[in-house]
């Protein structure tokens, strides 16, 4: 079993920055890619920004160029920088991890980020 800790989100004005984080314990060794969803209110769960343990990267075209992913494989855990941010970025953000090894998805439990315009 893999848990995944989120921290770092909050409320922050338009324009403004936050840096989310995401620590995984227990059986991660075999975790490959880690990355960050997001659920606005009445909308489905959509990809923001994912990285492998080798270093790839993709982000959602809405965050492109504002968010960047990054990660400590020392420590298993991975961020996401978020600049620019605006008000449709509002939304739930929920930390993702994929176990190469048993095919299994873990998910955080999620952390609010409030953009006020």
């Known amino acids: 079993q893999v848990q995944l800790l989120e921290s770092g989100g909050g409320l922050v004005q338009a324009g403004g920055s936050l840096r989310l984080s995401c620590a995984a314990s227990g059986s991660a060794f075999s975790i490959n890619e880690m990355g960050w969803y997001r659920q606005a209110p009445g909308k489905w769960r959509e990809l923001v920004a994912t990285i492998t343990s080798g270093g790839m990267t993709n982000y959602a075209d809405s965050v492109e160029g504002r968010f960047t992913v990054s990660r400590d494989n020392a420590r298993n855990t991975v961020y996401l920088q978020m600049n620019s941010l605006k008000s449709e970025d509002t939304a739930v953000y929920y930390c993702?991890?994929?176990?190469?090894?048993?095919?299994?998805?873990?998910w955080g439990q999620g952390t609010q980020v409030t953009v006020s315009s």
């Open positions: 993702h991890a994929g176990d190469d090894y048993s095919g299994l998805d873990y």
